[in-house]
């Protein structure tokens, strides 16, 4: 289970809204399953349907995080328009091991929804989260 | 030897002076090594560099994989 502060869980959720109709994209740090820090990151792409995170704020993130004593726990992105679960490009670009993925879907208005997977070797794990 | 900080931690790669990035990610033992982003001495380096880019002892290499996907 990923525990997330509900204060975390609501700024992904806002952090979709904002960005819609346009994909947004984040990091989750925290500690042994612990969710502690959100950073909203840019999607250089600037799309409905895809997303790329900006590699200078990825390498900036995971240094701060690392001075914290902090490590990566989660990589969120919003789905706009459809469900809360990993498309096939999801799936092939879970590259970074030993982390949650999650995805917020706004794709019933009024009704967001917030997934967590685990997805490696093009395996996916739904993952419960907690909030806390 | 060469004595490097890789993702924050030292590490030493054995009887080499010097070695260019594809070859610091196939001794690194990193997985799927096209999808790598790496960072030397707080420069990002374009892929197209990679392989004439040589690492040498006392470097700072961070690498992060290409975080993306879609909802389609």
Known sequence: MLKIPKA???????????????????????RDGVVSAIYR????????EHFTMEPREQFSVVKELRTGGLEMLAIYHSHPETPARPSEEDIRLALTPNVSYLIVSLAEPGRPVLNSFRIAAGRVEPEAIGVI | ??????????????????????????????????????????????????????????????FLYFMGGGGR
């Open chain 1, 41 to 48: 990151m840019t999607n250089t792409d600037q799309s409905n």
């Open chain 2, 1 to 62: 030897m060469m004595n490097l900080t890789v993702n924050g931690k030292k590490a030493a790669i054995d009887g080499k002076d010097a070695v260019n990035i594809p070859a610091l990610l196939t001794e690194l033992k990193v997985e799927q090594p096209d999808y790598v982003t790496v960072e030397l001495n707080g420069d990002i380096l374009e892929r197209e560099n990679f392989e004439t880019t040589l690492v040498k002892d006392g470097d700072s290499v961070e």
């Open chain 1, 8 to 30: 975390v869980h609501d700024d992904i959720i806002s952090h979709a809204k904002e960005g819609f109709p346009i994909e947004v994209c984040g990091i989750l740090g925290g």
